[in-house]
């Protein structure tokens, strides 16, 4: 606690281009937790970064706590913040939308990193990009009868998927009507959540137009 009986701020070192960063804001807004969130692609990261063996973003800070990767720092945030719960309740569940988020992670979110990261030839970015359009296509059948990843409950799962959905056309990916209703319809219906809305960096709000 500080001197004046308040708590500690909740520190957010995020990046507004970072599929990473972006499911963490997710989560953050959608159970409202307040933060000060600091954009490390406007500041010296050297000088601002707290202590991190990655080095990288995102990176939460809860007083002297310092947390770092995407996965870890979600679910903290759930046991943290319970409500509204974004982890299924069972065991059976929880392994499942944890699978779900290892998928995704090989699938979707590496592949994403290809294209957009340094030191990668073109020819591994058109395969990775091309790699990555076959696979979102796959997935459309798992929401066929469904809203969501995990049944109708709106999880992390969603919050690590949306942000490769929601970087498809700045990535040059372009999806088949046919083969994608459902997919487009989930797309719809999560890009259109408030929570989404306001996780959101400004670079982010102008890569996309709702499908």
């Known amino acids: 606690m500080s001197i004046s009986g308040r708590r500690t ?10 599929q990473y960063c972006h ?3 997710m989560v953050l807004r ?8 600091i954009q490390i ?12 063996p990655t080095g990288e973003v995102p990176t939460l800070v809860d007083r002297d706590f310092v947390l770092f990767h995407s996965n870890v720092i979600m679910e903290y945030l759930d046991e943290r913040y319970p409500h509204p719960p974004l982890l299924p309740i069972y065991p059976v569940a ?4 944890r699978l779900l988020i290892q998928r995704i992670q090989r699938d979707w979110a590496e592949r994403v990193d290809i294209i957009v990261g340094k030191g990668y030839r073109q020819q591994q970015r058109e395969r990775a990009r091309k790699q990555l359009r076959e696979s ?3 997935y459309a ?15 992390v799962v969603d919050c690590c998927a949306a942000p490769v959905l929601w970087r498809l056309d700045h990535l040059g990916i372009r999806l088949p009507e046919r ?6 319809r989930y797309m719809n219906l999560v890009f259109s959540r408030g929570s989404f809305q306001r996780s959101l960096s400004e670079i982010e709000e102008e890569w996309h137009k709702l499908p």
């Open 94 to 97: 929880r392994a499942k939308a």
């Open 41 to 52: 692609d406007q500041v010296d990261v050297e000088d601002d970064l707290p202590e991190n």
């Open 23 to 25: 499911r963490v804001r």
């Open 179 to 184: 083969q994608t209703k459902s997919l487009r």
């Open 9 to 18: 701020p909740i520190l957010f070192y995020t990046h507004s281009a970072d």
């Open 141 to 155: 059948y798992l929401l066929s009868d469904q809203k969501y990843f995990i049944d109708n409950d709106f999880t």
């Open 30 to 37: 959608e159970k409202r937790i307040i933060v000060r969130e």
């Open 136 to 138: 979102v296509i796959s």
